[in-house]
């Protein structure tokens, strides 16, 4: 199935302007993994029932010329043509090699499952590539980027990478450029020695905003972020406003052996990942941390061999001393609250030293539900922002706003 023209425009205004004589937008209405009967005619149809697959809607799209779109509704698409290693979406993972734009009703309502049969999607270094509102899980394969393996220019939004397995990256592999914009990165999983269960970042460049990363599991390193230089090449990477927790033996692990890295974190948490938050190996360019809370870890809060081993803009919170670089810099227990809202995040609780503890000219503009900064926290009278992923709001004792969460 393929409309243009009217629906097309739409689509462009709510998702950057593209040419419409070069767009096309494939419908996908079957679940089944079937493969497109004539890729290139511009038609998404499958053989026999003529139904549009998603893998038939992607193969239709690396062959039309020009940057398309795949219409996503709410069901459970689950890869099942098995064939690793086959790079044109036939078999195995979904290839993507030309522009596109996929877009879901909700990660909790559209779900991409590799089955574990391979990884999910393998993005190729083709101008911009966009996932929006779907789930990408159970992905595995032998490699790396057992949910996503991206070599170019990709965004997601609303997207939530789960219960992948791989090598290393397993949620996210990325070389190339990547933002993920209030997305879940959860429950990924590896043994290899590569690290990064959650994304390793290999000599590129990674934005995560007002985004959530917990639960995710290495033997090694890079329990929620691994940043690895590749060859000379420099690993950017930007946290802004995100949560970092609950991830194995690490939050984030920056390594400057291979060549430079850059680390820069910026009104984010990052809260009990085992061993250690913020871990930076080498000598180099000392992580930036600013605004932010790195707390309650078993071995230190931060650990870098950097010379000084933070910088930053200061107005940071660490619990153990380890982290602390400006005189601004708090030590102390942040009294963080349980996981609510969506993405993830940990509010502060009643009696927090990071309520009010920013700076209104350092900290972000939002927090990592979107909410404006500054609140009046500590009800002095001042509005000063709060360290951290979230902003504070009129709390009770257990740390919600109230029973009903779904404003959140």
């Known amino acids: 199935m393929k409309a243009t023209n009217s629906i097309v425009i739409a689509l462009m205004l709510g998702l950057g302007a593209v040419s419409v004589a070069d767009a096309a937008l494939f419908i996908v209405n079957e ?60 078999t195995g993972d979904l290839d993507i090699l030309e522009e596109v734009v996929i877009f879901g009703a909700g990660w909790e309502k559209t779900v991409v499952s590799g089955g574990f049969i391979d990884r999910v999607f393998d993005v190729a ?63 990924n999983y590896t043994t290899s020695t590569n690290g990064g269960a959650g994304i390793r970042n290999i000599g590129g460049s990674l934005t995560v905003r007002r985004s959530s990363i917990h639960h995710n599991g290495s033997t090694n390193q890079g329990g929620g972020i691994y940043n690895y230089a590749n ?55 000392p992580p930036v941390v600013t605004c932010s809370i790195v707390s309650g870890h078993s071995t230190a809060d931060c650990n870098s061999e950097t ?62 539900l979107g909410r404006m900064r500054p609140l009046d926290g500590d009800r002095n009278g001042v509005a000063t922002s709060d360290i951290g992923a979230l902003e504070d709001v009129l709390l009770h004792a257990d740390g919600f706003e109230s029973g009903d969460l779904s404003g959140w």
């Open 31 to 90: 679940t089944l993994d079937n493969v497109d009967a004539t890729p290139g005619n511009g038609v998404c149809a499958v053989p026999f029932s003529g139904n549009c697959s998603l893998r038939a809607a992607v193969q239709e799209a690396n062959a039309w010329p020009g940057k398309d779109f795949i219409q996503l509704p709410a069901g459970y698409f689950q890869l099942t043509r098995q064939g690793v290693g086959e790079d044109f979406a036939a």
């Open 125 to 187: 270094a083709v101008g911009l590539v966009e996932l929006y509102y779907l789930q990408v899980r159970y992905g595995s394969v032998d490699d790396l980027g057992g949910g996503i393996r991206a070599e170019g220019n990709l965004l997601l939004e609303g997207v939530s990478l789960f219960g992948n397995l791989a090598h290393g990256g397993v949620g996210l592999e990325n070389a190339g450029t990547t933002t993920l914009e209030s997305c879940e990165v959860a429950y």
């Open 231 to 285: 060859v000379g090449i420099t690993a950017v990477l930007l946290v802004d406003s995100s949560t970092i927790s609950d991830n194995s033996p690490d939050g984030i692990y920056s390594n400057n052996s291979n060549g430079p890295t850059q680390t820069t974190v910026v009104g984010s948490t990052i809260a009990d990942n085992g061993n250690w938050g913020l871990r930076n190996l080498s000598s180099g360019t």
């Open 307 to 368: 010379v000084p081993p933070i910088s930053g803009g200061g107005f940071n919170l660490n619990q153990d001393g380890s982290c602390s670089y400006a005189p601004t810099d708090l030590v102390g227990n942040p009294l963080l609250g349980p996981f609510a809202g969506s993405p993830l995040a940990r509010a502060p609780r009643l009696g927090s030293p990071v309520i009010d503890g920013g700076a209104n000219a350092t900290c972000p503009v939002t927090d990592q």
